[in-house]
């Protein structure tokens, strides 16, 4: 009897065996993870007096519409490019967009006219006006001007400043008191600055980021008035400032001094280098047409002739073309880079001001490479 019991244990144990080998043999491989679409390349254009919109890059067509509100202006883009934000004047904010699904996620009070957007990280600033009245600038020079400057001079009118968005709460976490009138934003290679460009007061501030504490300010009126677009050189040595009414650049070194000077042609605005450095490339509003020059030499290139107040532009993702929104002519135009060629001239109303590229490029918008 015991013999019998010993020889079904050891039947049963040999079967389970062969049952685990089986199991073993037919088992499944692990199913390797599904790989992701890469997300498609495309242009989002802010509008003045109207919604975002979004153009393949593949071949500008119209592929959709972000309804952000009127006086959308500033925008930006996370580095990962899930993310984008916009100033919006009509409702004093900034919209957070989440660009898989082109809907607004959340809006932050930010102040009265925001306008100038830059991203670093998971952070947004901002450049808003407390004292703004609203319209175009006066005329420097003119009785309003005037009554401006005093007000300034006798303390009545707050500085514009620079609201620091933390896009992951979602709300604002401080400010930088800045000068008068802050259009153009940018950072130091450390990310430890921010640099500003003050028109109504002629002056470029440097900021610690951390503390607020203006560290250094750069008086401009000797070169030319009302400074507005300033960039970063890929290498992080130098920034280059466009006065706006001086029709000039300015050069700074890494210290925030002034090496050099150059003229550009009638009222430049947006700014930035190619990627590798070696240029320098600059909108102009009222010359109508968007200037290359030798970083190193500053002498002009060549030139392409585009629209009526052309405000900011991008290079698509292979630096190839520039894609430039002109706001007054109310037309986004594609320029093979190399040519000045026009490659597409799209008609868009309501005044189109700021252009960011997805995948992230090098533009007037956009950190540099």
């Given at each position: 009897?015991?013999?019998?019991?010993?020889?079904?244990?050891?039947?049963?144990?040999?079967?389970?065996?062969?049952?685990?080998?089986?199991?073993?043999?037919?088992?499944?491989?692990?199913?390797?993870?599904?790989?992701?679409?890469?997300?498609?390349?495309?242009?989002?254009?802010?509008?003045?007096?109207?919604?975002?919109?979004?153009?393949?890059?593949?071949?500008?067509?119209?592929?959709?519409?972000?309804?952000?509100?009127?006086?959308?202006?500033?925008?930006?883009?996370?580095?990962?490019?899930?993310?984008?934000?916009?100033?919006?004047?009509?409702?004093?904010?900034?919209?957070?967009?989440?660009?898989?699904?082109?809907?607004?996620?959340?809006?932050?009070?930010?102040?009265?006219?925001?306008?100038?957007?830059?991203?670093?990280?998971?952070?947004?600033?901002?450049?808003?006006?407390?004292?703004?009245?609203?319209?175009?600038?006066?005329?420097?020079?003119?009785?309003?001007?005037?009554?401006?400057?005093?007000?300034?001079?006798?303390?009545?009118?707050?500085?514009?400043?620079?609201?620091?968005?933390?896009?992951?709460?979602?709300?604002?976490?401080k400010e930088i008191t800045a000068g008068f009138e802050t259009e153009g934003i940018e950072f130091s290679g450390?990310?430890?600055?921010?640099?500003?460009?003050?028109?109504?007061?002629?002056?470029?501030?440097?900021?610690?980021?951390?503390?607020?504490?203006?560290?250094?300010?750069?008086?401009?009126?000797?070169?030319?008035?009302?400074?507005?677009?300033?960039?970063?050189?890929?290498?992080?040595?130098?920034?280059?400032?466009?006065?706006?009414?001086?029709?000039?650049?300015?050069?700074?070194?890494?210290?925030?001094?002034?090496?050099?000077?150059?003229?550009?042609?009638?009222?430049?605005?947006?700014?930035?280098?190619?990627?590798?450095?070696?240029?320098?490339?600059?909108?102009?509003?009222?010359?109508?047409?968007?200037?290359?020059?030798?970083?190193?030499?500053?002498?002009?290139?060549?030139?392409?002739?585009?629209?009526?107040?052309?405000?900011?532009?991008?290079?698509?993702?292979?630096?190839?073309?520039?894609?430039?929104?002109?706001?007054?002519?109310?037309?986004?135009?594609?320029?093979?880079?190399?040519?000045?060629?026009?490659?597409?001239?799209?008609?868009?109303?309501?005044?189109?001001?700021?252009?960011?590229?997805?995948?992230?490029?090098?533009?007037?918008?956009?950190?540099?490479?």
């Amino acid at each position: 009897m015991k013999l019998k019991i010993i020889a079904l244990a050891l039947s049963m144990t040999v079967a389970l065996a062969a049952c685990s080998k089986k199991e073993e043999a037919v088992a499944p491989e692990a199913a390797a993870p599904a790989e992701q679409a890469a997300p498609a390349a495309v242009a989002y254009i802010t509008h003045q007096d109207g919604p975002v919109t979004i153009y393949s890059l593949a071949d500008y067509t119209k592929v959709g519409e972000i309804v952000v509100g009127e006086g959308g202006r500033g925008v930006g883009l996370t580095d990962d490019g899930k993310l984008m934000v916009v100033a919006v004047k009509e409702t004093k904010d900034l919209a957070i967009v989440d660009t898989a699904t082109n809907q607004v996620v959340r809006r932050v009070p930010i102040g009265i006219n925001p306008e100038f957007v830059r991203v670093l990280g998971n952070l947004a600033f901002v450049a808003y006006e407390p004292a703004s009245k609203g319209g175009p600038p006066p005329k420097p020079g003119s009785a309003e001007a005037k009554a401006i400057e005093k007000e300034r001079e006798d303390g009545d009118e707050l500085p514009a400043q620079v609201a620091i968005i933390d896009l992951l709460k979602g709300e604002k976490i401080k400010e930088i008191t800045a000068g008068f009138e802050t259009e153009g934003i940018e950072f130091s290679g450390d990310g430890k600055h921010i640099i500003v460009t003050n028109e109504a007061d002629e002056n470029v501030s440097v900021h610690d980021i951390e503390t607020g504490q203006k560290i250094k300010q750069i008086d401009t009126e000797k070169f030319g008035i009302r400074p507005r677009g300033v960039k970063r050189s890929p290498d992080g040595e130098q920034f280059v400032v466009t006065l706006e009414y001086g029709n000039k650049m300015l050069i700074l070194d890494k210290e925030y001094n002034v090496i050099n000077e150059g003229p550009t042609g009638e009222v430049p605005y947006g700014v930035t280098y190619t990627r590798d450095g070696s240029e320098i490339v600059v909108a102009l509003a009222r010359g109508k047409a968007i200037q290359v020059f030798d970083a190193k030499t500053l002498e002009l290139k060549r030139e392409m002739p585009v629209g009526d107040r052309c405000w900011h532009f991008s290079f698509t993702p292979d630096d190839k073309q520039l894609i430039v929104a002109c706001g007054r002519s109310n037309n986004i135009l594609v320029l093979d880079y190399a040519t000045g060629s026009l490659i597409k001239d799209i008609p868009e109303g309501n005044m189109p001001w700021g252009v960011m590229v997805s995948p992230k490029s090098v533009g007037s918008l956009d950190i540099p490479g």
